[in-house]
């Protein structure tokens, strides 16, 4: 039953994820935490950030990491079939209509449409994960409460980023390394 449950959970993520990776987050996130609470919160960003480091598309390997939590190897393959399969079946039909229709207004207007709501998608999955990592929580309380750490550590990756163009897999690790300094513990 928890192959049919993973399954269609990630079916579910792979079939409304419109936009990529980003645009899956309050997806997922509603279906491993809210729903089915096979992870914390905390968990969650954690696999956020391994699905970051790890190649691949972030539903993808968020599948993949929830599969093998809760069912080992095999559930890890179920539930990125899960994942993938609306996306194949999507991408080939939308594929044969596009070629087909793609001079059509309607096709041009549908897509003009669709780009705001991935947007406003990504901007909701961004600012849980800056509430999480800033509160600890995922409502913010005064200002009293705010982990001025975590503050600190962004504004300067975020500097470091924007003035010295540094790939983001090295200010990942660098900030990692940075953290376990700090905290001393790995995740």
């Known amino acids: 039953m928890i ?36 992870l914390t919160f905390e968990e969650f960003t954690d696999l956020l950030t391994i699905s970051q480091m790890t190649p691949g598309p972030i539903a993808l390997n968020a599948s993949t990491f929830v599969g093998t939590k809760i069912a080992g190897i095999s559930g890890a393959v179920v539930a990125t079939l899960g ?6 079946i999507i991408v080939l039909t939308l594929a044969y ?19 705001p709501v991935v947007v406003s998608l990504i901007g ?42 540094l790939n983001p897999v090295t200010v ?7 953290g376990v300094g700090i905290y001393g513990k790995f995740i």
């Open 124 to 165: 909701t999955a961004g600012a849980s994960i800056v509430i999480t990592a800033f509160w600890g929580q995922k409502t913010m309380g005064p200002l009293a409460e705010i982990n001025k750490t975590a503050v600190v550590l962004f504004a300067i990756c975020f500097g470091i980023l924007q003035k010295f163009k």
């Open 3 to 38: 192959y049919l449950t993973l399954y269609w959970s990630f079916v579910q993520i792979g079939l409304f994820s419109i936009g990529g990776g980003y645009a899956a987050l309050p997806l997922i996130q509603q279906q491993v935490i809210e729903i089915h609470n096979w």
């Open 83 to 88: 994942c993938v399969t609306p996306s194949c």
């Open 97 to 115: 209509f596009y070629y087909k229709y793609r001079e059509l207004r309607t096709i041009k207007k549908i897509l003009e449409v669709l780009r």
């Open 172 to 178: 990942i690790v660098l900030s990692g390394i940075i």
